[in-house]
């Protein structure tokens, strides 16, 4: 059952193309479903959350977290009224414009944009996630795109510089970017998946820290909620150990910040009492930590990036990744007419390389560039 203050689908804001209504499902029921079946969407299994797709089975890849993220926003939504469906879309589309080999991907095809423009706006894959539901899926003989409704876009754009806000308005007025001139919120479901995804990759990237041998089960003391919950996990399984113990502290860990955000959430929600979604949106963010979790999640986002992120074997992958996406975009640059032609024939070369490099997978960009330069950078 729907809050009043939860967007509801018979109240969506609509398609960019209007569409006969579907008979079996609704609004945000239809968004979850083209993302599911995009081809952006079954490119995520092959690329980078923090560790490369061919240095191990069990690692998260960005397919797997979006599943997770999902997860986790769904149960919140459910306890707080809010709309699952709308929940689920975002959640498996916030990845969808991510490049391969995670954050150093993303970074090194942004310094190389503005290298070669530089007035362009560069890269930025919040932006590119819009741009892959909004233009590049091609499934449809109608339009370019999944043609998702505002919601599910809106939430999709989970950031935006002024300057990319004003260029989206000026080919869409009153559009997704409006709220970034506006300094209002996205909606309810938009604010629960931003923060879903925090608590999903922190505690993921712990696992997976440990899993590589790259975190010590020791180190995480110094984290007072990881400490907390192994505590407690202890208390109750005294003769809980290895990865048992991991798993049950990491459950716990996601319990704790699930509990404090619906807790955190409900009170503000109490307090300000919107009665519609779009009240919702003019009123401060409602969706949050309580300020004890907020510097819990702090210190352990601190932890993973001083201790894992900025690991000498991480960031030696993540210095070769950037090569190849640097090598990539030179290459297709001096000699388009190796992309396919879809991406050649665009007026603008350098962001139709951009596009292409930001939909492959970790495996095919190694294969290009292999192709390319005669050189293999990872074994």
């Known amino acids: 059952m729907l809050q009043p203050f939860a ?51 069990l690692f998260r890849t960005r397919l797997t977290h979006s599943l997770e993220v999902a997860q986790l926003a769904r149960s919140m939504a459910r306890t707080l009224g809010l709309n699952e469906d709308l929940v689920e879309a975002i959640a498996l589309a916030h990845d969808l414009g991510h490049t391969p080999f995670g954050h150093a991907g993303q970074d090194a095809l942004d310094e190389s944009l503005k290298r070669h423009r530089p007035d362009s706006s560069g890269f930025e894959h919040n932006l590119q996630s819009l741009r892959v539901v909004d233009e590049l899926e091609q499934r449809y003989p109608a339009y370019d795109g999944l043609n998702l409704s505002f919601e599910a876009r809106e939430g999709v754009l989970k950031h935006c510089s002024a300057r990319n806000a004003q260029r989206l308005l000026d080919a869409e007025p009153g559009g997704v970017a409006q709220r970034f001139i506006d300094r209002r919120q996205p909606s309810l479901e938009a604010q629960l998946c931003d923060l879903a995804d925090q608590v999903a990759y ?58 404090d955000v619906v807790a955190a959430t409900s009170a503000l929600v109490a307090e300000h009492r919107p009665d519609s979604a779009d009240a919702a949106r003019r009123l401060p963010p409602l969706v949050r930590f309580s300020e004890p979790m907020a510097q819990h999640s702090a210190h352990l986002k601190r932890f993973l990036r001083t201790n894992l992120y900025r690991h000498a074997q991480v960031t030696d992958t993540t210095d070769r990744a950037r090569q190849v996406i640097r090598d990539l975009f030179e290459a297709y640059c001096a000699d388009p007419i190796q992309m396919p032609p879809e991406h050649a024939q665009r007026p603008r070369t350098q962001r139709g390389v951009a596009d292409y490099i930001a939909g492959m997978t970790d495996r095919f960009a190694l294969r290009e560039h292999d192709r390319l330069t005669g050189r293999r950078l990872f074994a």
């Open 202 to 259: 922190n505690a993921h990237d712990i696992d997976d820290g440990v899993r590589a041998g790259l975190l010590l089960p020791e180190q995480l003391d110094e984290v007072p909620l990881v400490a907390q919950c192994r505590a407690a996990a202890l208390r109750q399984h005294p003769r809980l150990a290895g990865r048992r113990l991991l798993f049950d502290t990491i459950r716990r860990m996601l319990s704790a910040q699930v509990a």
């Open 7 to 57: 967007s509801h689908p018979n109240q969506s804001r609509g398609r960019r193309y209007a569409e006969p209504a579907a008979t079996d499902r609704d609004e945000f029921q239809r968004d979850r479903d083209r993302i599911v079946h995009s081809t952006s969407f079954r490119r995520l299994v092959y690329k980078t959350q923090v560790f490369l797709n061919h240095e191990g089975d």
